[in-house]
């Protein structure tokens, strides 16, 4: 489904990452681990359309990764990933309003009761419900997170980009958080990509866990290297554990 | 002893310590007024208390010899009239001009330029020119105060604009977006109590025009008549009506606050 093949991505004369070779298939859940700054959040921005590569290619089912965000890849940051103008509810109904054409994307009438219930029973999904008319500074961390995993889910993604979706959060909300998000996962057909720097999450969610790190160093030149997929794993939720490292 | 830096007032206090000026210097005003006028009864520049209210009952209540008018209420009316209507055009433009050339990068290089020049432009300078233009009347006292504050609201709209996290418009494009609705919801929403606070802030400016418009070519209007006044050096009438203006100013400035408020709850609540 997506492929990536001799990827590299620059910032001028920084290299962020090399030699990217990685095919992944629908349904996957991967997690993406490695040292804070080695470019896990560059490769989810490869993925939107925000970042451009720099070298190889990048495609989704055959076709080069389009250069801008769009509907059929979701994304919950680790903040400012809801409006935070608009209640529970009305984040959610946004979703479904940004998906028809026309110049506000409000709705009105039929489809708005339509897009309400339909907004209500994933909102109560997600354990909102008490809340739907509630902005969010009003929520806690892990129900903004819920939030913003509902708003993503309500535009169908194919796939669904995770950026340290809970890295703010206290460990016992997480779980709660880990089984909302496993369960969604296989309901929705979803490809997950999450980026965590807790390797037990990471094991624990994924059905295949990259570790990216660095395989050259310059100490002189501490940038002119980029950081690659190191590891590339099956874990234990896949049949049986495979350990194989990707040659770069 | 605490250290001074961690020194508060309790709230009541506060109040106290805040009204403690005000009150020295009305003081001040009445013990030197009183002292001046002991001296010379006919003395114009510290009139006393009394002989200002003699004044302003004289324009709010009793009509104009010469024009029939209430001088006082139809000069209030006049000068609202137009920094309103000065300040209404600067925020609609303002509001377009910033959300346009801080949302769109094709629009932003083709205007940030023009409108960071046209912010240096020192307004008053430009009243001759609009006075020739559009001629005494009131469209080139309003203009005035339009050009003289549209370049800040825009700027300010044009960089809160560009405040918003990035996370957002990315986060609505994956819902499928498209430009007109990202405008329209994410990002003209969140900046409308900006601009209640870009208006609340340009204010000043916008009474700093409307008295030089009024000063120099007017017949009428709160700005006309401390400039008309001063040739009798009626300082029982400068003073009120300076008194008066600091009253609408605060007015103004605090019910805007309270409708930002009112309005966006969920404002400063990040
Ligand atoms: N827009 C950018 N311009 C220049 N350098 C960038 C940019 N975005 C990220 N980088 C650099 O790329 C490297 C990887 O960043 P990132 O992908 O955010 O790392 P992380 O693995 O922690 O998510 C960092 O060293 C960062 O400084
Ligand atoms: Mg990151």
Redesign the interface.
Known sequence: MITAHNLWKHYGDHTVLERINVTVDEGEFITLVGASGCGKTTFLKLL?G?ESISRGSLTLSGEPIAS????D???V?Q???????MSVLENVV??I???Q??????LFGQPKKDAEELSLSLISKVGLQAAAHK????LSGGMRQRL?IA??L??K?KILLLDEPFGALDPGIRADMHTLVLDLWRENNLTVFMVTHDLKEGFHLGTRLWVFDKPRIDPHAPEAYGATITYDLSTSRNTDVAFSETSP | MKRLINLTPAPAMKWLLGLLPFAVLLLLYVVTSDARLAENAADKLLPSFGSMQEAMTRMAFEPSKRSGDYLFWTDTASSLRRLGAGVAIAAVLGLIIGIATGALPMLSAVFSPLLTVTSLIPCLALLPVLFIVLGLGELSKVVLIAIGITPFIARDIQRRTREIPVEQLIKAQTLGANSAQIICRVLLPQLMPKLINAVRLSLGAGWLFLIAAEAIASTDGLGYRIFLVRRYLSMDVILPYVAWITLLAFVFDYLLRRISKRLYPWELAE
């Open positions: 939107l925000v801008e965000p769009g509907p890849r979701g994304i940051f903040q400012y990933s809801v409006f935070p103008h946004a979703a309003g940004f998906r054409p026309g110049l506000t994307g409000f902005y969010p500074h009003e913003a708003q993503a309500m535009a993604p």
